[in-house]
């Protein structure tokens, strides 16, 4: 027994205990998802269907065999990495541009202009669909990862635009006037001073654009036709049709897809968590 | 002063970005369209749902190659994987929307036939039809009417909708049953020993439309007698509130409420097959396209196909109508509109109906086309329910396939409160009806 208990009153001990108890729950709600998930993908379609959490009566890998297969997975898998990593680049080296020069200038229609940005976080996906397939064939984009980039890059340019810009004004003006004073122009500024500060900002943007890039489906629908554009949202649809199933395909497909993005948190999870809380900086 | 331009500059930028993206215009393109012509050939590009884990996967990835072997250095076929029906159907409305249909479209049953009529994108067929005796000969007077609007033929069938309903031999012994009902009355006493020997009597879904629950229903409307039987012969019906139809869904309410699984309130068509797949449910109304399930053993065990019969609706009733089929969209290119029209007699020829027939288990469009050996062989119970179907004297297209489609929806949305009891029979069919008016 840990020495440290014994020292523990009986009203800290219960404390403690409950304290565990918390977090072995939170850590089960978080991890019941994926172990399910997985779990599944060794499971006959009979048993998913029938027995939602039951233990699968035996462990085969048919699954993973068919869901490479069925779609084409791995390729739908690399197109996803490159659309929603450069995506997520630019949308966040340009909205910090944008959010930069609308929390620090003053022009005229700022406002206006700012809010006009904003407002277009308010229109439904559904009313962009026939514009966007129009401006992005009449480009010559349709069914290239180009395409899906620019698309993704603007998509998420209101919310970005507004968590940083957020972050910009947060930032004390004296940091910008210090180097101004040591001779530094507008756009090394921004570039060596603002951008380390704003780090937090930055990278709640890229969060947050990176799950929506990687988790896009209707627009990777309507603007691809082949199989050298496509992301992975679609490649699961090929394991559901209106009279027909292949759950344990599908599962695996899953889990295929969510494991190396699980292990890319696992490896850079510091990082990540560090990049959250950073920036933070007060007058 | 630099600083204020540079901001400006950045501003305009984002705002011209912005509107550009936002900009519609009504005005079409066919840049990036969905033909390319790669020297004298043609290549038709050809999104389909048809893929993955769909049963006809196999058959259209045959008659591709096939097309594209007879036709080669003339017309190619290049098939666009478009995996989920419904993906298909929101791609197909946005193409829709833009003018960017591709060259061939299957309505399915999806009914996209008329929403393409609707925006005039459609090829008359009726020309290249009475050109051809042979395709000609394979439209039998039902298959006209599905596919034409106003005396033109715009559209060409390769499957029919024979639909029946399966059973569980062994469960329907357990029960002291010995044949199928041929009466409702005897469905119904059926229903009730199956539930007094523990075994669920119907495999039922609501969501995503509730087909199978949706087939039971319309088999009941449609041998209630004449005014049931008419209705259901009507094409996209406004008025759901008869007699017959307040029946049948007073029917429905009592299969959800006393006959079925407790994951029906919900459950989609996964949840209904894998019920009946399982053997936790004695019947399940589909069609022949189900057969190759009972011998998938992903899905159940080894000898089950040898515990399922096949038979029709009491009443005598079978569903039979052939599913809406291929149409050429208008194209800038005449060539391309030809290659289309090849492409669609090539599809719904009686080989590709064969084809069809022989690989995936599903019923010809064509009575014409004869039944092969290997067919035979390979779909014993097809055969089997094709025999009865040819004694059934009440044929009609099903529920689903004439509604509105939007109806879909309030179908899927409403039957769980008809089985929970917070709408009655008669509440269900009025919302289908002020839902239908929407469409006049």
Redesign the interface.
């Known amino acids: 027994m840990n020495p440290a208990w014994r020292t523990l009153s009986a009203k800290e001990r219960i404390l403690c205990v409950l304290k565990y108890i918390f977090l072995t729950i939170c850590v089960i709600v978080a991890i019941f998802p994926i172990a399910w998930v997985i779990m599944s993908s060794f499971k ?3 048993e998913i ?2 027995n939602g959490i039951g233990l699968p009566s035996s462990f085969s890998l ?1 699954g993973y065999v068919q869901a490479l297969a ?2 084409p997975i791995l390729k739908y898998f690399m197109n996803s990495v490159i659309v929603a990593v450069v995506a997520t680049a630019a949308n966040v080296f ?1 909205l910090a ?2 959010a930069y ?2 929390a ?4 005229r229609f ?1 406002n206006a ?1 700012y809010m ?2 904003s407002l ?1 976080l308010v ?1 439904p996906m559904t009313a ?8 992005v ?2 480009m ?4 290239t990862k180009t395409g899906l980039i620019l698309v993704y890059t ?1 998509l998420n ?1 209101p919310m970005s635009l507004l968590i940083l810009r957020g972050t910009f004004l947060s930032i004390p003006k004296s940091l910008e006037e210090a180097a101004y004073v040591d001779g530094a ?3 090394r500024t921004f570039i060596q001073i603002m951008m380390p500060c704003a780090k937090g900002g930055l990278a709640s943007a890229a969060v947050l654009a990176f799950l929506n890039n990687w988790n896009e489906f ?1 627009f990777a ?2 603007l691809t ?3 050298e554009a496509r992301t992975l949202p ?2 699961l ?13 599908m599962f695996a497909a899953i889990t295929i897809a969510v494991i190396p993005s699980i292990a890319v948190f696992a490896i850079f999870q510091e990082q990540v968590v560090s990049s959250l809380t950073a920036g933070a900086v007060k007058e | 002063m ?3 331009l ?3 500059a ?2 305009a930028l ?2 011209a ?2 509107l ?6 009504t ?3 066919d ?4 033909t390319e012509s790669t020297g004298s050939e043609i290549v038709i ?1 050809y ?1 389909t ?1 048809q ?5 006809a996967s196999p058959v259209v990835d045959q008659l591709i190659e096939e097309f594209n072997a007879e036709y080669a250095g003339k017309y190619r076929i290049q098939k ?6 419904a ?1 298909y159907v ?2 197909i409305k ?2 829709l ?2 003018g ?1 249909l591709p060259p061939v479209v299957y309505g399915g ?1 999806y009914n996209l036939l008329d929403l393409a009529l609707a925006k005039d994108v459609v090829v008359d067929l009726t020309p290249y039809v009475e050109a051809d005796p042979e395709w000609k000969a394979l439209y039998s007077d039902v298959a006209l009417t599905t596919n034409s609007r106003d005396g033109k033929i715009y559209a060409s069938s390769s499957e029919g909708s024979l639909v029946g309903y399966f059973y569980n031999k062994d469960l329907f012994a357990q029960a002291g049953i010995d044949a199928p009902a041929t009466t409702w009355d005897e469905f119904w006493q059926q229903c009730d020993k199956l539930k007094a020997a523990g075994i669920t009597p119907l495999a039922l879904d609501t969501a ?1 439309s509730a ?1 199978v629950t949706s087939l039971w229903a319309g088999a009941m409307i449609a041998t209630s007698g004449d005014e049931g039987y008419e209705f259901m012969k009507q094409m996209n019906p406004i008025d759901y509130n008869n007699q017959p139809t307040i029946d049948a869904f007073t029917n429905v309410q009592k299969m959800l409420q006393e006959y079925t699984t407790l994951d029906a309130i919900g459950g989609k ?3 209904a ?2 019920n009946f ?2 053997g ?1 449910a004695a019947m399940i109304a ?2 022949p ?2 057969i190759g ?1 009972f011998s998938d053993e ?3 065990t080894a000898d089950f196909a040898d515990k399922v019969g096949v038979a029709i609706f009491p009443g005598n009733f079978v569903y039979d109508a052939p599913i809406q089929g291929y149409f050429v969209t208008k194209q800038d290119d005449p060539a391309l509109e030809e290659a289309a029209v090849e492409m669609v007699k090539f599809f719904t020829s009686a080989h590709a109906q064969q084809v069809a027939l022989e690989v995936q288990g599903m019923v010809p469009a064509s009575s014409t086309v004869e039944i092969t050996e290997t067919a035979k062989q390979n779909y014993p119970l097809l055969v089997e329910f094709l025999d009865l179907a040819e004694g059934a004297t009440v044929r009609t297209d099903n529920l689903q396939a004439t509604m509105y489609p939007n109806l879909l929806d309030v179908v899927s949305q409403d039957l769980p409160l008809l089985a929970s009891g917070e709408m009655t029979a008669t509440e269900f069919c009025q919302t289908l009806s002020t839902e239908a008016a929407k469409n006049q």
């Open positions: 006959t379609n009979a269907l029938s048919t069925i779609s340009f541009m944008a020069v609308f620090r200038c003053q022009f700022k202009l006009l940005l277009s229109i962009l669909l026939n514009p966007v397939y129009i401006v064939n009449g010559g984009l349709a069914d603007a340019l122009g507008f756009f209707t629908l309507v036709s082949g199989q679609l490649s649809s090929y394991f559901t049709s209106q009279f027909s199933f292949n759950y344990t395909a | 630099k600083k204020r540079t901001a400006l950045l501003a984002m705002t970005g912005c550009s993206g936002c900009g519609g215009g005005e079409t393109t840049e990036g369209a969905s590009n999104p749902f893929c993955g884990v769909n049963t666009e994987d478009v995996p989920g029906d993906n929101d791609k946005v193409q929307g833009t960017d049953g995503d087909w068509y996964e949840h097959a894998n797949l399982s936790q589909n069609g396209w189900m399930d992903t899905k159940t």
